[in-house]
């Protein structure tokens, strides 16, 4: 091996230790290790599927912890606490990491399954595939191994799109510090296997959004025609953060809501915040998961002052 490979895989080597732990959603890439890399190489394979997973988390692509309030002082961290992500779920980040932890114990509860009546206990390429019995993935996060059973709030296409980045993730470590090559074939379908999973969990969530519309469309023809009123969730929402916020102004309350998002029902109301700083912010409301309706400051003002002065 030549003296500049030897120090590329020290470098590479030192990169994965000062990146552990590895925050699953916010943790960084390699991306520096991977432009002597052909882009149809199974690297950028890897890292793709843990693009579209983290999109499947609510995280666009190319937005890193700076999108989500976090602090330039404090970006460089791999494993940032929650309270450094204002504007990224709390519980949302926990059960993420609670999943990807939980690898092992899940890949173990899948290869408990009996395939034609043997007991499987190794990926094959030739006879098993994740994507293929993603069934008992999901039953196997559920399924509190130890103390890591997953939230009911957190849907089966999360639960999948986190087990591929998972997958995705350890491939990427095998083949940077050269434990694997591109070329082996247990290697190669994995990378195929957690790219099937990762586009099934895209399906299943537009399956899902599908069907809540329809039960929506459904609840709406139940009520005679009635429909929601259009800001009905963000009402629910002031009324909320006045009984929990010491602060009953509308600033106080604005800030409120930074920190803090409301879920009942139907209805989800959150915080965004411009990270470019050129639009405003905003008070958002998802309706079954559909986005429908934001306030800016100026209208939040109004419905503030109407309940305390209702």
């Not at 899940?106 to 395939?115: C, K, L, S």
């Not at 600033?251 to 809501?257: D, I, Q």
């Not at 700083?277 to 100026?298: M, P, R, T, Y």
């Amino acid at each position: 091996m030549g003296k500049q490979r030897v120090d590329n895989l020290n470098q590479r080597t030192k990169w994965f230790e000062l990146n552990d732990p590895w925050c699953p959603l916010f943790g960084k890439l390699p991306l520096k290790f991977l432009g002597e890399y052909d882009s149809t190489r199974l690297v950028w394979v890897c890292i793709k599927v843990i693009e579209e997973a983290r999109e499947l988390w609510g995280i666009p692509k190319g937005w890193s912890a700076l999108e989500f309030g976090c602090t330039a002082k404090k970006l460089s961290k791999p494993w940032p606490d929650s309270k450094d992500l204002p504007y990224y779920p709390s519980d949302w980040l926990a059960e993420a990491r609670k999943i990807f932890k939980a690898h092992e114990p899940i890949y173990d509860e899948v290869m408990r399954q009996p395939i034609d009546g043997y007991m499987m206990w190794y990926h094959s390429p030739t006879n098993y595939s994740f994507d293929d019995n993603y069934e008992f993935i999901i039953k196997g996060a559920r399924s509190n191994i130890g103390w890591w059973g997953v939230e009911k709030s957190i849907k089966d296409y999360a639960i999948i799109a986190m087990f591929s980045l998972t997958e995705a993730r350890y491939i990427l470590e095998d083949l940077l510090l050269c434990k694997e090559t591109e070329t082996d074939s247990n290697i190669q379908a994995k990378c195929r296997d957690a790219l099937a999973l990762v586009r099934r969990a895209s399906e299943m969530e537009r399956t899902d959004k599908v069907e809540a519309e329809k039960e929506r469309q459904h609840r709406k023809s139940v009520k005679g025609g009635s429909c929601p009123k259009k800001k009905k969730g963000i009402l629910l929402a002031i009324e909320w953060a006045r009984a929990k916020s010491i602060q009953k102004s509308a600033r106080g309350l604005w800030n409120y809501f930074k920190k803090k998002s409301f879920e009942k029902d139907e209805y989800k109301v959150y915080f965004y915040q411009d990270p470019t700083g050129a639009g405003e912010d905003l008070l958002c409301q998802n309706i079954d998961g559909v986005e429908k309706g934001s306030i800016k400051f100026e209208t939040f003002k109004k419905y503030v002052y109407e309940k305390n002065n209702g």
